[in-house]
């Protein structure tokens, strides 16, 4: 059930000099908020930003004896609406709008979950890890960025026992090189009689490369997707993807915020990189 809420800013975390975390408590929300959805947030009570901005639920926050207590948002300072909230005080109340979107779809044992993260896509990762540590899922988070400065919260998935696989493009932290490397190894190695489950987020080259490895290996894979967003409800038809729904037929436009932002990987009809040769 969608809700329009003033979620109280509980705490705000900074994690680097534009990145951060703010904790809202807003348990009629998290009550019925799934791993892969979103909210739509309006930081401030003025006209800048004029529209909400849709953010993936990081955390469903719950209190001691279980019960739903809020959410949430990992945050990078990029516009406007990005910066008001990287600076929000704690105890100021923002306009939060949700859960809204297509959640991911939960796998069970035998078959792994394998979530692949570039940069602040680790953004709707914490939830859904926490889902499949409740299912008794096996695992595994595949984190690049471009530096280790670029790496959030790998001790609060260590925690949950997932098994963790880093790389940094300057070889901060981890490996040196993409995310997508040891993915491939990992892939190639992998005995298990059911290939595992690909729950993948981050820029776009990242993402299309991630679904094409997993293909190869007869993984499923589901990706979300972060289009630009005038209303989540469908109203404003700012967030169209292009998707095929028969592996023949033409890709048709659908709007991300009623059919996603979570997408089988292989409905997606990717955009083809540019040629620079």
Same mark, same amino acid.
């Given at each position: 059930m969608?809700?329009?809420? &003033?979620a109280?800013?509980?705490s705000?975390?900074?994690l680097s000099?534009?990145c951060?975390?703010v904790?809202?408590d807003?348990?009629a929300l998290?009550?019925?908020a ?9 930081p401030?009570?003025?006209?800048e930003p004029?529209?909400r901005?849709p953010?993936s639920?990081f955390?469903?926050?719950?209190t001691a004896d279980?019960?739903p207590?809020?959410?949430s948002l990992?945050n990078?300072?990029?516009g406007v ?18 859960p809204l ?8 044992p ?11 896509g680790?953004a709707?990762?914490l939830?859904?890890? $926490? +889902?499949? $540590? /409740?299912r ?5 988070l595949?984190y690049?960025?471009?530096? +280790?400065?670029d790496?959030?919260f790998?001790d /609060? ?10 790389a940094?493009?300057d070889g901060?932290?981890?490996e ?6 040891p993915?491939?190894?990992?892939l190639?190695?992998?005995?298990a009689?059911l290939p595992p489950?690909?729950y993948?987020?981050?820029p776009?080259?990242m993402? $299309? ?8 290996h007869a993984?499923?894979?589901?990706v979300s ?5 005038g209303?989540?409800?469908?109203g404003?038809?700012s967030c169209?993807?292009?998707v095929r729904? &028969?592996?023949d ?7 991300a915020c009623?059919?996603?932002?979570v997408f089988?990987g292989d409905r ?10």
């Open positions: 969608t809700i329009d809420v &003033d109280r800013v509980s705000n975390i900074r000099s534009d951060n975390v904790r809202l807003a348990p998290a009550a019925t799934r791993p892969g959805q979103f909210v739509m947030v309006k401030s009570a003025g006209l004029l529209l901005r953010f639920i955390e469903i926050l719950t279980g019960s207590a809020g959410f990992l990078k300072r990029v609406g990005t910066s008001l909230l990287f600076d929000v005080k704690p105890q100021t109340e923002i306009a939060c709008l949700g979107g297509r959640p991911f779809t939960l796998v069970d035998p078959r792994e979950a394998w979530m692949v993260a570039g940069g602040v680790l709707p990762f939830a859904l890890a $926490r +889902a499949l $540590r /409740a008794g899922t096996a695992a595994s595949f690049g960025g471009r530096s +280790a400065d790496l959030f790998l /609060a998935f260590e925690q949950l026992g997932v098994t963790l696989e880093v940094t493009e901060s932290r981890g040196r090189g993409l995310v997508t490397a993915l491939h190894r990992a190639d190695a992998a005995a009689a489950m690909l993948v987020c981050g776009t080259p993402m $299309r490369a991630v679904v094409a490895i997993g293909a190869t993984c499923p894979s589901e997707l972060e289009p630009m967003m209303c989540g409800m469908g404003c038809y169209v993807v292009s729904d &028969d592996h037929a033409s890709p048709h436009f659908v709007r009623l059919e996603g932002p089988a997606l009809a990717w955009r083809e990189p540019a040629n620079t040769t």
